[in-house]
């Protein structure tokens, strides 16, 4: 699966998963074969960071 490109669509995109579907941001990445520190990155570079305890980026 291709994940948005636009860092504000794979935030959107990220938080959906996390909230419906994975019990983590590990959980998601094995499944989706993403890469969980280019997603960290990328998001990281637009001000959100992965918050564990609530498994979202935020």
Not at 10 to 22: G, P, Q, T, W
Not at 31 to 49: C, F, M, N, P
């Amino acid at each position: 699966m291709q994940l948005p490109e636009d860092a504000f669509m794979l935030l959107s995109f990220i938080n959906m998963k996390l909230r419906d579907v994975y019990p983590s941001l590990s959980a998601l990445c094995d499944d989706l074969g993403a890469s969980e520190a280019a997603i960290r990155e990328k998001l990281a570079a637009v001000g959100y960071s992965y918050d564990e305890a609530a498994n979202k980026f935020v």
